[in-house]
T-cell receptor
Framework: AQTVTQSQPEMSVQEAETVTLSCTYDTSESDYYLFWYKQPPSRQMILVIRQEAYKQQNATENRFSVNFQKAAKSFSLKISDSQLGDAAMYFCAYLGLTSGGSYIPTFGRGTSLIVHP | DTGVSQDPRHKITKRGQNVTFRCDPISEHNRLYWYRQTLGQGPEFLTYFQNEAQLEKSRLLSDRFSAERPKGSFSTLEIQRTEQGDSAMYLC?????????????FGPGTRLLVL
């Protein structure tokens, strides 16, 4: 089974600064997808960014960008110009084929991001 | 544009009782997924539907759990004879298309507490 590891249970950053959240995964597949989701306190999970494994170019969405290192199986999220509204749990997810032939995501345990004013 | 909705948002029940949760996906999304999330963990896959067909179930889904998606629209997740270990957030997500590679959109979840 695939595993996703987020080694930082908690990270903190000053408003307007940059922070990087790390994620590593384990797979023997070549066709897969990676995601970062944000889950604010008591609110629903929303997609931050998506990366297709076959694409070499790192995905970016405004202040959010990823560093995708396929050989190292690493997928880190960089948040630039951090804002108070970025405070949330961030989950890294791997989407790949299961033995049953379906694409099912595996999530990491999450990193809690604290933003200091 | 209405997102994924779930009802109820909170449920407190006594051990041994049955509970049922409902999920309404984004309109015209073919796939609907159920997850369980416990404190300090990411969501764990339970089962998913493509239209009305239940295509895969996790081994986490014991015999006490059953899910349906009649007519391929809303879905229900029932837990029979609840146990304290069932206390968790139950998340629903939906996605368009049929390949499974599409991005999933999550609902706000139903938080279950079993006393």
């Amino acid at each position: 089974a695939q595993t996703v590891t987020q080694s930082q249970p908690e990270m903190s950053v000053q408003e307007a600064e940059t922070v990087t959240l790390s994620c590593t995964y384990d797979t023997s597949e070549s066709d897969y997808y990676l995601f970062w989701y944000k889950q604010p306190p008591s609110r629903q999970m929303i997609l931050v960014i998506r990366q297709e494994a076959y694409k070499q170019q790192n995905a970016t969405e405004n202040r959010f960008s990823v560093n995708f290192q396929k050989a190292a199986k690493s997928f880190s999220l960089k948040i630039s110009d951090s804002q108070l509204g970025d405070a949330a749990m961030y989950f890294c997810a791997y989407l790949g084929l299961t033995s049953g032939g379906s694409y099912i995501p595996t999530f990491g345990r999450g990193t809690s991001l604290i933003v200091h004013p | 544009d209405t997102g994924v909705s779930q009802d109820p948002r909170h449920k407190i029940t006594k051990r041994g009782q049955n509970v049922t949760f409902r999920c309404d996906p984004i309109s015209e999304h073919n796939r609907l997924y159920w997850y369980r999330q416990t404190l300090g963990q990411g969501p764990e896959f339970l089962t998913y539907f493509q239209n009305e067909a239940q295509l895969e179930k996790s081994r986490l889904l014991s015999d006490r759990f059953s899910a349906e998606r009649p007519k391929g629209s809303f879905s229900t997740l029932e837990i029979q004879r609840t146990e304290q270990g069932d206390s968790a957030m139950y998340l629903c997500a939906s996605s368009p298309g049929t390949s499974g590679r599409e991005t999933q959109y999550f609902g706000p979840g139903t938080r279950l507490l079993v006393l």
